[in-house]
């Protein structure tokens, strides 16, 4: 079972004008700051760093104003740590009369592979526009270049593509204004760790800087609001920033936009329009219920929950009325697949299972703060208790102690810790589980998200294991940190780090929501 580009352009969806209003009522302001970048620097190559680069200082930015460029000269600005903002500087010629245009491209890079990449040579499966660079023309100088566009970056490279042979350009008074829906985080932080402090301040630059207008997933690339990443950044800012008005705005968004079958989509689109992406995967779906009560119980806004109950349960009754047969097994499908993970290298059935579980669980508290009639919670608890027979005893090898996946009865890691998290066995059980996990299949291979490696590390957490998931905390986002992260990634599969779901690594997004979870982690457990 795996996710690739979907289109479904047949789909009808809602646009719930009384729920789109809310959403615009629940608009929360963007702060800014002025920043300036802190020295020149080049790339060099450096083995520890990802693919191979890194860069070195050679030149303090104040004599940015003295260096005067040519053809196919460059600089590369350095604004010491990753922001999301404009950017701005001026630019003016010396020596003749301008007797050309000044041609200079401009790039924006999260991380210092990127300043080596060639964007004529992309050629992945998502779009090209991604990458972060313009080619412009100015024709008088000086002038002051303001790009209307919001870049995430920490290093602006400034290409000259040519000046003319009498004269040449100086740049100056580069600044960026920051933007971020961030404010005022939680100060105390308790861990003594210097490394976990670290990993830590990491998780919460990564988490403000995909605070916008929504919780984008991230300010690269996709710059939009999925649901999956969504659920995490909520626990992550009630653990910090504790912004629930946003939290509230994101679930109004999508309430409002479902399919007319009830389905959620897995994303939606909020600039300066609102739109459904027509994208369907059953586990994101499923997720909003979770968002909406993780939400209730961090705000105890019941009047939330009675809008949008509605649309969680019509949500659910898509899934258990066409999912789940007569003797608590289930049929998932293609045509709504899970995500789980981008890595495609493992069976997802048992995984996906094990979320219709675990979003089930929260659905039926919700049911209970709605109070509703006993003979109509009947349905879902039913549900509830004859799926997770099914799971006890059909898809446990009781003599492995471990669940099984798919036809080929596959033991992978994301069954057991989906399984887990879903509570299907006690404390005890689950912690034996965890223990074989660990013994069997650890090292962890082939899993390729800094969101799938969360839920591995939410799950030695919840069954006691602290210095398991303390070690996978060191190794996996401590390993970006190593690599030279300054927030975390979308995509990190730690045996082979230039790995990309998109068929080249341009597009990757270096700044991702669903990396941000130390923040969570490390509040909850430690
Ligand atoms: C990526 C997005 C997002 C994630 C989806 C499934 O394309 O950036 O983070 O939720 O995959």
């Not at 991380?111 to 313009?134: H, I, R, T, V």
């Not at 100015?138 to 602006?156: N, T």
């Not at 403000?208 to 690339?221: A, I, L, S, T, Y």
């Amino acid at each position: 079972m795996s996710f690739t580009f979907q289109i479904n352009s047949d789909v009808e969806f809602n646009h719930n004008k009384k729920l789109l209003d809310k959403a615009e009522d629940n608009v929360t302001e963007l702060y800014h700051e002025v920043k300036t970048p802190q020295q020149i620097v080049t790339v060099e190559k450096n083995k520890q760093k990802l693919d191979g680069i890194g860069v070195k200082k050679i030149a303090d930015i104040n004599e940015l104003a003295k260096m005067s460029l040519g053809r196919n000269e460059r600089v590369i600005l350095d604004f010491g740590d990753h922001y999301v903002g404009r950017f701005s500087i001026k630019a003016r010629s010396i020596g003749s009369p301008m007797d050309a245009p000044l041609t200079v491209k401009l790039k924006f890079a999260e991380l210092p592979a990127e300043l080596e990449q060639k964007s004529e040579d992309y050629d992945g499966w998502l779009s090209k526009s991604w990458m972060q660079e313009e080619i412009l023309h100015l024709d008088q100088l000086p002038a002051i270049i303001k790009l209307p566009r919001r870049y995430s970056f920490r290093y602006v490279e400034l290409s000259v593509i040519d000046t003319s042979p009498k004269w040449k350009t100086i740049f100056s008074e580069p600044t960026l204004l920051t933007e971020s829906s961030a404010n005022n985080h939680l100060k105390e932080f308790k861990v003594k760790d210097a490394e976990l402090k670290e990993i830590y301040k990491v998780g919460l630059k990564t988490l403000e800087d995909c605070m916008q207008d929504v919780f984008e997933d991230g300010p690269k690339r996709d710059r939009r609001l999925w649901i999956g990443d969504l659920r995490l950044q909520a626990l992550a800012n009630y653990a910090s920033f504790k912004n629930t008005t946003l939290v509230k705005r994101c679930l109004y968004l999508f309430a409002a936009m479902t399919a007319k079958d009830g389905r959620i989509p897995a994303n939606v689109f909020a600039g300066h329009s609102y739109a459904p992406d027509d994208t369907f995967l059953l586990d994101y779906s499923l997720f909003f219920t979770s968002i909406l009560d993780d939400y209730v119980r961090e705000t105890e806004d019941y009047n939330l929950l009675d809008e949008l109950f509605p649309i969680a349960k019509k949500q659910m009754d898509y899934v258990l009325d066409r999912f789940v047969n007569k003797d608590g097994s289930i049929n998932l499908n293609e045509d709504y697949p899970v995500f789980i993970d981008w890595s495609n290298d493992f069976s997802k059935e048992t995984s996906g299972i094990a979320v219709i579980v675990y979003s089930l669980k929260q659905f039926n508290h919700l049911l209970k703060l709605q109070k509703v009639e006993r003979s109509d919670q009947v349905k879902y608890i039913n549900n509830i208790e004859k799926i997770i027979d099914y799971i006890k005893n059909h898809l446990f090898d009781k003599e492995r102690g471990l669940f099984l996946s798919g036809t080929n009865h596959e033991i992978n890691i994301a069954s057991q810790v989906w399984m887990v998290l879903a509570g299907i066995f006690d404390k005890k059980t689950n912690k034996k589980i965890m223990q074989k996990m660990v013994t069997e299949l650890f090292p962890i291979k082939g899993i390729a998200t800094p969101y799938m490696y969360h839920h591995i590390t939410e799950a030695l957490f919840q069954v006691g294991l602290e210095e398991e998931a303390v070690k996978l905390l060191k190794s996996y986002w401590g390993g970006m940190i190593r690599l030279g992260a300054d927030t975390y990634w979308e995509a990190f599969e730690p045996e082979n780090p230039s790995y990309s779901p998109y068929g080249s690594s341009m597009v990757n997004s270096y700044c991702h929501a669903w990396g941000c979870t130390p923040v969570y982690l490390i509040k909850k457990y430690l």
